[in-house]
């Protein structure tokens, strides 16, 4: 019950194109999900979070979209262009006593071809 | 302002060697973490603390050791280094418990 599950495990775009990467959960208790994003050698990055209480939430080119009764959430990178090739890590946590403790979905390599 | 070191950034260890991963915050956070990286797997959470003082476990903590005699101070001690433990290790911090971690740059770790 603690697990996210994220899908794919790779994706390659054209440059301009729309990436969308998949997570799902089954603990109800979790209510953040961010998403990091990760380039080769560097530690992994906050991108975006959105909580349970909206369905969408949209930064730049980045748009988490959010549905709380089938158990899912997802990234969508508008526009994606080479530089935002990089891993990318779905993850969620429950706040309450929970001390932050992220659990993270398997992560996504994505490509973006110019 | 460096944020979160970690040091090495890579080793090689013998099967049954031990070694100590450093990890120092200069951002005053409470909360402090080691994860682990592996390939398909994502990360996982080895230790945690919430202040100094006081640690606990996370999802994979067997093998593994753990002190915070400061706020700015989390090493991760590997006791009898085994082939299983070659991972990347990422050391990383927050300020709240909402899940906003800064992460260090990681170290590399093979046990051969």
């Known amino acids: 019950q603690q697990q996210v599950k994220q899908s794919p495990q790779s994706l390659i775009v054209q440059k301009g194109g729309i990436s969308i990467i998949n997570c799902a959960y089954e603990n109800t208790a979790f209510d953040y999900f961010p998403w990091y994003q990760q380039f080769p050698g560097k530690g992994p990055a906050l991108l975006i979070a959105?909580?349970?209480?909206?369905s969408e939430k949209k930064e730049g080119r980045f748009t988490i979209s959010f549905n709380k009764s089938a158990k899912q959430f997802s990234l969508h990178i508008m526009d994606s262009q080479p530089g935002d090739s990089a891993t990318y890590f779905c993850a969620a946590t429950s706040g309450s006593g929970n001390t932050g403790k992220l659990i993270f979905g398997q992560g996504t390599t994505l490509q973006v071809k110019p | 302002n460096a944020g979160v070191t970690q040091t090495p950034k890579f080793r090689i260890l013998k099967i049954g060697q031990s070694m100590t991963l450093q990890c120092t915050q200069d951002?005053?956070?409470?909360?402090m973490y080691w994860y682990r990286q592996d390939p398909g797997m994502g990360l996982k959470l080895i230790y945690y603390?919430?202040?100094?003082?006081?640690?606990d476990k996370g999802e994979v903590p067997n093998g593994y050791n753990v002190s915070r005699s400061t706020t700015e101070d989390f090493p991760l001690r590997l006791e009898l280094a085994a082939p299983s433990q070659t991972s990347v290790y990422f050391c990383?911090?927050?300020?709240?418990?909402?899940?906003?971690?800064?992460f260090g740059e990681g170290s590399r770790l093979t046990v051969l």
């Open positions: 990383a911090s927050s300020t709240t418990n909402t899940g906003e971690l800064f």
């Open positions: 951002m005053n956070h409470n909360y």
């Open positions: 959105i909580r349970p209480d909206v």
């Open positions: 603390s919430v202040g100094a003082g006081i640690t």
